[in-house]
């Protein structure tokens, strides 16, 4: 994930925990030097931690989300959220001038990621700008520069690892659930291949799951 935040005016709708933590960067010491600018935080719910936080930055809120849509000299939305209404009211949003990015779980803590790193980034320009920086400092510099790069990987496995147990869990109940249905149930994925074919289906059929399974 790369794009140039320097002046970038950007709203965010979805005022979840992820909110918190971006505003948090966008505000802080470390990307103030870039101007960029929270035009506004738009959640239904008012006492999100994101709409709560954006007040306390003296940033605009709405639970509008149409309010978003009207804003001038917009060059960016965040979508943490996903909402039933949005998609019908972000059609609206001329994308030839505004980017859109819907970021789920994993998409929005790889923004994070990614403003820590352009904080680091800026931290080391500056200081590789200093006249007195000494050989050892600079090898310091790109070190901890390394060691963020590592820690964004290593995140992203372990997501990765954590998402696919989930993954595994959900399709272990649905399989229980499945096999324990006392109506005959078989499913057959997109590839029409048969995936799940129960006891009450091989008592209906005569047909045990062995040989029908994983068949098209």
Not at 15 to 40: E, H, S, T, W, Y
């Amino acid at each position: 994930m790369y794009f140039d935040l320097k002046g970038l005016k950007l709203a965010i709708i979805g005022g979840g925990d992820p909110c918190c933590d971006i505003l948090d960067r966008f505000a802080g010491p470390g990307l103030k030097d870039l101007n960029i600018q929270v035009l506004m935080v738009a959640d239904t719910i008012e006492i999100s931690q994101g709409i709560i936080r954006a007040r306390q930055l003296n940033i605009p809120t709405t639970k509008d989300y149409h309010e978003v849509c009207k804003l001038t000299d917009l060059d960016l939305i965040l979508k943490l959220k996903n909402d039933d209404l949005l998609p019908c009211i972000l059609e609206k949003v001329n994308t030839e001038r505004v980017s859109i990015i819907d970021l789920d779980t994993y998409g929005a803590m790889s923004f994070v990621h990614f403003l820590k790193t352009e904080e680091e980034k800026i931290q080391i320009r500056k200081r590789l700008e200093a006249q007195d920086l000494e050989k050892e400092a600079v090898a310091e510099l790109f070190d901890q520069f390394s060691r963020r790069i590592s820690e964004i990987s290593e995140n992203r496995i372990s997501f990765l690892e954590q998402e696919r147990h989930d993954l595994r869990k959900i399709e272990k109940e649905l399989n229980q659930i499945i096999q324990g249905s006392m109506i005959p149930t078989f499913i057959i994925n997109n590839e029409h291949i048969i995936t799940h074919w129960n006891v009450a289906c091989e008592e209906l059929t005569g047909y045990p799951a062995y040989k029908l399974v994983g068949t098209d």
